[in-house]
């Protein structure tokens, strides 16, 4: 079930209320509209009637997939450096929904389904995006290693990430994304085909990254880059 409650708030700029239709959790097989905003990115975005800007809600919700086997806890970019904790929140709002003590339906899904956790919209929108396109979410963080370092330089913004934003073809589309603001900074591409011969990793030199990357819900680079709280 995905469920909706309508708020009011200031908008960020000029204190003028809005109201919203807040998602706090997301069913994509009952509700494509919604999984269909979040990969054209118009997720919870807004507009003040009374100054013209756009503002964005901040996410903090769960998301359910069954189609493509993903199920996300989704919070504020805000509270990345509380991963480890929020990661064991994931791992218990899973078990509860999908384990041993869930309906034999539910248990048989949630044997069938990948548990993330992510921080910001940059962040989760990427989870969705390599849901749709086949990718492998702890292949794509090692190669975010690769991308860092080849670059002379990387934007100097404290909340600066490299997210995932867009696959055509055999080209994926990547930006330095300001977490806290949902600003893109700089935009680079790569081919498809780096992504590949990492996932290949015939020699094994990315084993040690990716099960350092990988070792729980939170599968995401800054889970080695930034410190916990």
């Known amino acids: 079930m995905s469920r909706v409650f309508s708020e009011t708030f200031p908008c960020p700029w000029c204190d003028a209320p809005q109201e919203m239709g807040i998602v706090v959790s997301v069913n994509a097989d009952r509700r494509p509209d919604m999984r269909k905003a979040m990969l054209d990115d118009s997720f919870q975005r807004g507009r003040c009637e009374a100054c013209g800007t756009r503002y964005r809600a901040e996410p903090d919700l769960t998301y359910l997939d069954a189609a493509h086997k993903l199920w ?3 919070e504020p970019a805000r509270q990345l450096s509380e991963w480890a904790e929020l990661e064991g929140a994931a791992k218990d709002a ?3 929904a999908y384990g041993a003590e869930a309906p034999p339906s539910a248990q048989r899904l949630g044997q069938t389904m990948r548990s993330r956790i992510a921080f910001g919209w940059a ?8 849901a749709e396109h086949g990718l492998d979410d702890a292949t794509l963080e090692l ?3 690769a991308l860092m370092r080849s670059l002379d330089d990387i934007p100097l913004a404290d909340d ?13 589309d990547f930006a330095w994304v300001g977490s806290n603001s949902d600003r893109v900074l700089e935009t680079m591409s790569a081919s498809r085909a780096v992504f590949e011969e990492i996932e290949r990793d015939e020699s094994g030199a990315w084993n040690e990254l990716r099960e350092a990357v990988s070792a729980g ?3 995401d680079v800054n889970r080695l880059l930034v410190g916990e709280a």
């Open 72 to 74: 996300v806890l989704v």
């Open 94 to 96: 899973f078990e509860r």
């Open 123 to 130: 962040g989760f929108r990427e989870k969705v995006l390599c």
């Open 143 to 145: 190669m975010k290693f």
């Open 160 to 172: 600066a990430e490299l997210r995932l934003v867009g696959v055509e073809g055999k080209r994926l």
């Open 217 to 219: 819900p939170f599968v």
